[in-house]
Nanobody, 122 residues
Framework: QVQPVESGGRLVQAGDSLTLSCTAS????????VGWFRQAPVKEREFLAR????????YYADSVKGRFTISRDNAKNTVYLQMNSLKPEDTAVYYC???????????????WGQGTQVTVSS
């Protein structure tokens, strides 16, 4: 079972940029698509972006399209989420997840990290 781990969350100012990382020690991590999600207090978990196992295919939620970029470096077993022009409403715990079956993007059948906190001050 792949166990992803998020890192990179911290306190930033509005307008700043921040890059989150999602990594796993298992080489099989590279066999799966990965998604980024976030959850703010008293809100439901929100899908942000996903990337295929090869890195060729990406998809974004409308709420972050044009500001966030997902990428992966399979040589480093890492998926990144670059976030630009951050806003206070981007404050949340950010999670990455692997798909349960390759190519299916069935996140709730996959593995989730513990999350990393991003706080954007105004």
């Amino acid at each position: 079972q792949v166990q992803p781990v998020e890192s990179g969350g911290r306190l930033v100012q509005a307008g700043d940029s921040l890059t989150l990382s999602c990594t796993a020690s298992e080489r099989t991590f590279n066999n799966y698509g990965v998604g980024w999600f976030r959850q703010a207090p008293v809100k439901e978990r929100e899908f942000l972006a996903r990337i295929s196992w090869s890195g060729i295919s990406t998809y974004y939620a409308d709420s972050v399209k044009g500001r966030f970029t997902i990428s992966r470096d399979n040589a480093k077993n890492t998926v990144y989420l670059q976030m630009n022009s951050l806003k206070p409403e981007d404050t949340a715990v950010y999670y990455c997840a692997t798909e349960g079956s390759r190519g299916q993007y069935n996140w709730y059948s996959g593995s989730w990290g513990q999350g990393t906190q991003v706080t954007v001050s105004s």
